[in-house]
């Protein structure tokens, strides 16, 4: 009923409610971000031990097993966490409820995953996109909502440089090198905004890092534009040990 929502917001203006834990709903300590400190670590990567790559977390090694051996289109990838708990939790309300609270609390997650001494580098930002179909059923693009925010962020432009043509089949149940093929040539630069990209160093935007094969269809088409690097930055990468290698069924 209209006068109970204007009751509300009379009450809330009156006696404000304290900020809570986007994770935990504990009330956080004025000025503070989103997150508790707590929610905070248990969500991110420990410190030292990333793939210098694609930021996969690992024990001692320096690049995951899906890096070494295999060239990247992208330079590197960073991310907030490990695709599990309440960071996927947090990905799945984005993703499926068009919740832009997630999008602007998961940007500036990422904002603060990436190393500052990118962004005097980074000249835009480029989200994944979705075929016209997909965009279509769902109504949004969550990787663009993240940029979107992310730009705010960050202050650099968003730029929408990319298009997926045809719809491609989908990837759970693929192993690395099926997922890189299924990708293959998947995205595109749109026609006339290739004097955006040129000798420029761009970020590409998603929500999960799985295998990185769409990243690196993406990061690809830009790269044979004429861009001169892309890094990429999600919220999430999963663990490699849950996706098959090659060879594996
Ligand atoms: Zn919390
Ligand atoms: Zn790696």
């Not at 997150?35 to 990567?45: A, P, V, Y």
């Not at 320096?62 to 599990?84: H, L, N, T």
């Not at 969550?142 to 202050?155: D, G, P, R, T």
């Amino acid at each position: 009923m209209w006068w109970k929502r204007w009751w509300n917001g009379f009450l809330d203006l009156l006696f404000p409610t304290p900020p809570r834990c986007f994770f935990c709903q504990r009330p956080l300590s004025s000025g503070a971000g989103q997150t508790c400190l707590e929610c905070l670590q248990r969500i991110s990567h420990s410190e030292g031990s990333l793939c210098r790559r694609c930021g996969r977390p690992l024990l001692g090694e320096e690049y995951c097993s899906q890096c070494v051996g295999y060239s990247w289109a992208f330079s590197q990838a960073r991310s907030v966490g490990p695709y599990s708990g309440d960071l996927r939790l947090a990905v799945h309300r984005l993703k499926f409820h068009n919740d832009r609270s997630s999008a602007l609390l998961l940007a500036r997650l990422m904002f603060q995953s990436i190393e500052s001494s990118w962004w005097p580098d980074v000249d835009g930002l480029v989200p994944v996109p979705l075929h016209a179909e997909r965009l279509r059923q769902r109504g949004y693009n969550q990787a663009e909502l993240l940029a979107y925010e992310l730009s705010l962020l960050c202050h650099r432009p968003l730029l929408r440089l990319l298009e997926k043509p045809f719809p491609t089949p989908a990837q759970s149940g693929l192993n690395q090198q099926q997922r890189r093929r299924n990708m293959r040539g998947a995205f595109r630069v749109i026609p006339g905004s290739e004097e955006q990209l040129v000798g420029k160093c761009l970020l590409l935007v998603d929500d999960v890092l799985t295998t990185g094969s769409t990243l690196d269809a993406c990061a690809r088409a830009l790269r044979q534009a004429g861009c001169a690097d892309v890094r990429a930055v999600t919220v999430a990468i999963t663990n490699r040990e849950l996706i098959p290698r090659e060879g594996a069924e």
